[in-house]
């Protein structure tokens, strides 16, 4: 059975947990035994406490501890999440390496593609297939404003739209180093929606012949 990982990835509300969703749902309907999981391991403590104050807004003591902590992070999640998971079925996960990536070169200054190299070195992480939503921010900020939270940090106005601009740039480096495809298409529509859910479909269809269980 082939392997394949999805990678959702784009800025706070772009549309990843909605397509997300349709995807577990169509999946189900085309007796594709589809899991899903999510960005970071937290199996280390050390990391964890860098990757939290990452999350928060806090860059680390230096651009290589930060890059550290998330290599390490994510090497910890091939071993001992992604590639069990993957043994079992195609996964989706709800960002990956290049939300990772787009934080990093957000708080410590250093070009985005940098970081894309080094966390694509973590082969067993790879994305088969990722897919970047592009959908303006503006939208996107509208729809934050209707969710009953708080913003987090980077959902600012100035920020998601430096974030969009380093996805963009990272999506480029990650074919450049991966020769691996990424899909660009915005999530703004249920048209948009239809077009997303489907070519994920395909790409399962393709690769991944699992069964649902039973």
């Not at 969703?21 to 990391?47: K, M």
């Not at 001992?80 to 960002?95: I, S």
């Not at 939270?149 to 999506?171: C, H, I, M, N, V």
């Not at 999530?187 to 479909?201: E, H, I, Y």
Request: hydrophobic share 40%; charged share 20%.
């Amino acid at each position: 059975m082939s392997r394949v990982l999805i990678a959702l990835e784009g800025i706070a509300g772009a549309g990843k947990s909605t397509l997300r969703n349709r995807l577990l749902t169509d999946a189900t309907h085309a007796d594709i035994h589809l899991g899903h999981i999510g960005q970071f391991s937290w199996l280390s403590l050390t990391a964890t406490l860098t990757l939290i104050g990452l999350r928060a807004g806090h860059p680390a003591a230096s651009s290589d501890q930060a890059l550290a902590a998330a290599r390490h992070d994510l090497e910890l999640h091939a071993r001992h999440n992604l590639t069990p998971a993957l043994a079992d079925g195609p996964l989706v996960a709800d960002r990956l390496t290049l939300s990772t990536a787009t934080l990093l070169a957000l708080l410590h200054e250093r070009p985005v593609a940098d970081y894309v190299q080094d966390l694509a070195d973590v082969t067993p992480a790879r994305a088969d297939f990722t897919v970047l939503l592009t959908t303006e921010p503006a939208r996107c900020l509208e729809r934050l404003d209707e969710r009953p939270t708080t913003r987090r940090f980077g959902e600012d106005p100035t920020s998601t739209a430096r974030l969009s601009k380093l996805y963009d740039q990272a999506a480029t480096a990650w074919t450049k180093t991966t020769g691996l495809p990424v899909l660009r298409h915005p999530c703004a529509s249920d048209t948009d929606l239809d077009q997303l859910a489907a070519a994920c479909l395909t790409q399962l269809n393709a690769t991944a012949p699992y069964t649902a269980r039973i």
